[in-house]
């Protein structure tokens, strides 16, 4: 895997990764939307417009509210009702553990009974996890529809997420980049080679 980035360019080192976001509103939609949705055209402008248009609502207790008040779909900007029940059931797991910022969320994503108590929310699951842990700074490797396509352009066929998450984990580590790196140029090479026109840009 490491051999390969390194024979298709791979400039990795200094490789711009997102910035960690303090924002639990915009941390918790970006989670829930990005299933199964184009970042670029569906997820992302929902997410700059809610750190623009919502910005009080950075804490959880605000997001309770906010759901208590019935306008979970205007703030996502989105109508089916399975996402925006999966927005809801995450604040209120959050809500129930006192996991009121980023930086405490943070630091609870690092501890194993919470994250096992986290799979446990309906449609959350490894990737949503290990997503939600870059997106507050956490070192780690989501392993989505690019991670896997550029796993098999290399020859890894194996399916299993956790065998994949390792493998590019150690792939970082051979190549002596974080795996928010190596995760971020993974994601923009895919993107571009899928659609060139758009490049290395989230």
């Keep these: 895997m490491a051999n390969y980035a390194l024979e298709v360019g791979a ?22 939307l990005q299933a199964g949705l184009n970042y670029r055209s569906v997820v992302l402008p929902r997410v700059s417009a809610i750190l623009e248009d919502f910005p009080g609502l950075d804490c959880t207790s605000e997001l309770v509210a906010l759901v208590g008040r019935g306008e979970t779909d205007r703030f996502l ?3 089916h009702h399975e996402k925006i029940d999966r927005f809801k059931a995450l604040v209120g797991f959050l809500s129930e553990r006192s996991v009121e910022n980023a930086a405490t969320l943070k630091d609870h994503l690092q501890d194993a009974s919470f994250v096992e108590a986290l799979l446990g929310v309906r449609g959350v699951g490894p990737k949503t996890v ?22 098999k352009r290399v020859g890894v066929v194996e399916e299993d997420y956790d065998f994949l998450k390792s493998v590019f984990c150690y792939a970082a580590d051979l190549l ?20 060139p026109q758009l490049g290395f840009s989230f």
């Design 11 to 32: 400039d990795i080192n200094g490789e711009a990764v997102r910035p960690s976001c303090q924002h639990m509103g915009a941390i918790l939609a970006d989670c829930i």
């Design 77 to 79: 900007n989105w109508d």
């Design 130 to 151: 290990d997503y939600m842990q870059c997106l507050v700074g956490i070192d780690s490797i989501a392993v989505d529809r690019h991670v896997r396509t550029f796993a």
């Design 176 to 195: 002596s980049v974080s795996r928010r790196e190596f995760d971020a140029w993974v994601w923009r090479w895919e993107a571009s080679a899928t659609n």
